[in-house]
């Protein structure tokens, strides 16, 4: 399983819209169950996906200008960056089988 990197307001910019590959964000916080549910799936799927797409973790308790400029008011939320803008909006806790087909899409 692979740590997915954590960023922050001011490196998300740089990290996830400047990238040439896909990216999935994962917006949590540590209090959320279900965020906590899902993080191991999400490390299981960057491990599996390396090289090909990109994994981050925004904590929305910390970083409210990323959460507030992609519209996120449920936890957790996963949406998968392609060319910089956002593709596909997940939320709630989902199986690895569908984040994969989510994954799958945005790598064709």
């Not at 740089?14 to 490390?43: Q, S, T, Y």
């Not at 996906?49 to 308790?61: C, L």
Request: one cysteine or more; glycine letters at 6%; a negative charge.
């Amino acid at each position: 399983m692979a740590e997915p990197l954590s960023v922050d307001d001011k490196s998300f910019n740089e990290v996830v819209l400047e990238a040439k590959m896909p990216f999935l964000v994962d917006f949590w916080a540590p209090w959320c169950a279900p965020c906590r549910a899902i993080a191991p799936v999400v490390g299981e799927l960057a491990a599996e996906y390396e090289g090909r797409v990109g994994f981050v973790k925004v904590n929305v308790d910390e970083n409210t200008r990323v959460a507030t400029e992609y519209g996120i008011r449920s936890i957790p939320t996963l949406l998968l960056f392609k060319d910089g803008k956002p593709m596909t909006q997940i939320v709630g806790l989902r199986s690895k089988a569908e984040l994969k087909k989510h994954l799958d899409t945005a790598l064709t």
